[in-house]
């Protein structure tokens, strides 16, 4: 957390884009910018855009097809508190992931105590 905090308070990213570390054992973390920042103290990032959520994937798909993981796994993207309908997200992740050479895992329901099904 404190490398991404740190990229945030430094880089001032740009909505629509993506920061990816990679962890010890070669598996990547990434996040991707669907909100406007908040840049402000105390201030609150905007509510998630669609079109953040098209440039953001299309990010995605240009970091897969570089760095090559194995699998990718993601939640209902910008969905949450203040977020955006999934029958518009979803269509987004089809376009930009669906010709991934990789299995491509979306996680639609949490379950508390289930472990994630993918293999590692």
């Known amino acids: 957390y404190k490398d991404f905090r740190h990229y945030c308070h430094t880089q001032h990213p740009k909505s ?7 962890s010890s054992d070669g598996r990547y973390l990434v996040n991707l910018f669907t909100q406007d920042a908040a840049y402000d103290p105390g201030s609150k ?4 855009a669609l079109n953040h959520v098209n440039h953001a994937l299309h990010a995605l798909h240009g970091f897969v097809v570089k760095e090559k993981p194995a699998s990718l796994a993601l939640p209902r ?8 309908d999934w029958d518009e997200v979803r ?3 089809e376009h930009h992931l ?4 990789i299995p491509v895992y979306v996680y639609t329901n949490y379950q508390k105590g289930v472990k994630a099904s993918e293999p590692l």
């Open 16 to 22: 629509g884009g993506l920061w990816a570390w990679m």
């Open 45 to 48: 990032p905007g509510a998630a």
């Open 77 to 84: 993207l910008a969905c949450g508190i203040n977020g955006l």
């Open 91 to 93: 269509p987004l992740i």
């Open 98 to 101: 669906g010709d991934l050479k």
